[in-house]
Structures are given as structure tokens and as C-alpha cells.
């Protein structure tokens, strides 16, 4: 499970079921002493409300931690999830309207305690940001940032950034100090004929044929979990880019990319709109 895929919509419904659990705790009809029933007293609706609520956001965390979408029964978990939620906040608003239900007559003077009261409070959040999370840009965003890009190490032979030909470097003035290696009041070295590439090895050929402006590999982070289909150009699903963890393009194929995971798994992806370079 990749906890870093969690969005802020994620946070308000793990907050939201927070609070509904608090809720069933307190006083579910207002009055005094310590004979006052709480939720945990009537079955049917402590777990029509308090639990359904709170299994509904524990299966939306989930769903959106795995890197695989898991189904039950035909539905995915985050859309059993967001029914659950729905049900919940149906059940307590029509709860607190008439709490007492077939006794309204004969205890006339009996109202909806704290427990009631919160619980329809945090119950309407809950299925709201389980709802709105698809579609608010704001509760797409991660809930925990990304951190710093891991380190490429450089290839064999590579001149390190900063060193001769890097753009940020600083070229030898002419007349200048001679360069280490070469004799005092020697003459420059002149350029060394370059093989012909009928010759050289197969790296050496692919090296000398690649064009000036080739795709440079790049870290970036997706802004909301994407789907990383097959390279065979298929619509199978390989792996789900989660929002706060960094992966690396290799490859661009018109509008879409070509991205590698953590664990080296390779794959399409198709939509790379609004995505952070690193």
C-alpha cells in the first residue's frame, strides 16, 4: 500500500470517520444522568449510521492506497466505499428528524442528543468529500508532498554537471593557463580523426547516429493517480502513478510517456497533463 497516494478529499473523510466514531460515544437523546442511551445501545442504528459510515471511508483509504483496484462482489472498494458513506448520512438525517421513531407520543419532551447532532454533522462531510474528491481539483491535490527526487547516478564516462562542455561551466579564456597534462609552451593538441563508425562496435554507431535534440530522461509526479498501461499499446493496466511519489520518463511517444516505476515496471502513460518535472 502506498499511503503517499492519498489526497486531501482523503484526509477529510478519514477526519469526517474520526468524528463520527467520537459520535457514537455521547448521548444519542438529550437528558441528563447516566442512564442515557448512546448509539452503541441500539444495534440497528449504530450500525446503519456510526459503522456503515466509518467501514464506507476505511474502504475509500484503501482503494485509493492499492496499487491495483480491488473489486467486491462486482463493485470497486472506493465506490462500495462512497455508497456506504451516502447511506450513512441518509440514515442519520432521517435518525435525528425522528429519533424516538413509534415512542414520539409518549415521550413528546425527548430530542436528538450531542450524539445525533454530530453525528449528522460529520456523516454529511464525509459523504460530501467522498462524493467531491473525484471532482474538486483542490481535494485532488496529495495529502502528504512529494519529496526530493532520488538521485540518478551518472552513466560510465560521463563528465560530471559543471565540468567541460557543461553549459554552467566556465570555458578556459584564450591565451590562458594551460590545462593539466598539457606541457608549458607545448602546441595544442590537434583534433584526432574520428573512426569511421562502419568500424566501431554497435554502441559506438547507435552513439554517433542519434540525433542532436533526443528525449532526455526526467523525474516527475502526476497531480492525481493515473493509470500506466502495457507499451504493446494495449488497454491492459500494469500499474496505477499515485500523486507524491516521483517516477522517471524515458521515453516520449507523441502526448504520452513512457514511465518507469520504482520496482521497474514499464509502462504508457497516456495522459500526461499537468504533471510536476523534477
Given at each position: 500500500m502506498n499511503m503517499r497516494s492519498l489526497t486531501r478529499g482523503d484526509g477529510v473523510v478519514i477526519g469526517a470517520a474520526v468524528l463520527l466514531f467520537i459520535a457514537s460515544f455521547l448521548d444519542t437523546f438529550d437528558g441528563s444522568g447516566s442512564d442515557v442511551p448512546n448509539a452503541w445501545d441500539n444495534l440497528g442504528l449504530v450500525m446503519g449510521m456510526y459503522v456503515g459510515g466509518i467501514v464506507g471511508a476505511a474502504l475509500i483509504v484503501v482503494a485509493?492506497?492499492?496499487?491495483q483496484p480491488r473489486k467486491v462482489v462486482g463493485l470497486d472498494l472506493g465506490q462500495l466505499g462512497v455508497a456506504?458513506?451516502?447511506f450513512a448520512a441518509w440514515t442519520s438525517f432521517w435518525t435525528i428528524i425522528d429519533p424516538l421513531g413509534a415512542f414520539s407520543d409518549a415521550f413528546t419532551k425527548v430530542g436528538a442528543?450531542?450524539?445525533?447532532?454530530?453525528?449528522?454533522?460529520?456523516a454529511l462531510?464525509?459523504?460530501g468529500a467522498a462524493i467531491a474528491t473525484p471532482m474538486v481539483p483542490a481535494l485532488q491535490a496529495a495529502l502528504v508532498p512529494a519529496g526530493p527526487r532520488p538521485v540518478t547516478a551518472q552513466p560510465y564516462g560521463a563528465q560530471p554537471q559543471g565540468g567541460y562542455g557543461y553549459p554552467g561551466a566556465q570555458q578556459q579564456p584564450f591565451g590562458g593557463q594551460p590545462q593539466q597534462g598539457q606541457p608549458f609552451g607545448g602546441e595544442p593538441q590537434q583534433a584526432q580523426p574520428q573512426p569511421d563508425?562502419?568500424?566501431?562496435?554497435?554502441?559506438?554507431q547507435a552513439q554517433q547516429q542519434?540525433?542532436?535534440?533526443?528525449?532526455?530522461?526526467f523525474w516527475f509526479a502526476v497531480p492525481v493517480p493515473r493509470p500506466l498501461y502495457a507499451e504493446d499499446g494495449s488497454a491492459t493496466q500494469i500499474a496505477e502513478l499515485a500523486p507524491g511519489t516521483w517516477y522517471?520518463?524515458?521515453?516520449q511517444r507523441g502526448p504520452a510517456l513512457v514511465?518507469?516505476?520504482?520496482?521497474?515496471?514499464?509502462?504508457?502513460?497516456?495522459d500526461a497533463s499537468g504533471i510536476q518535472r523534477g
Open positions: 485509493r492506497a492499492l496499487p456506504l458513506t451516502v442528543g450531542s450524539g445525533l447532532i454530530l453525528g449528522l454533522i460529520a462531510v464525509l459523504a563508425a562502419s568500424i566501431g562496435g554497435p554502441a559506438q542519434a540525433p542532436a535534440g533526443d528525449f532526455s530522461p522517471l520518463a524515458v521515453e514511465a518507469q516505476t520504482q520496482d521497474g515496471r514499464r509502462g504508457v502513460l497516456q
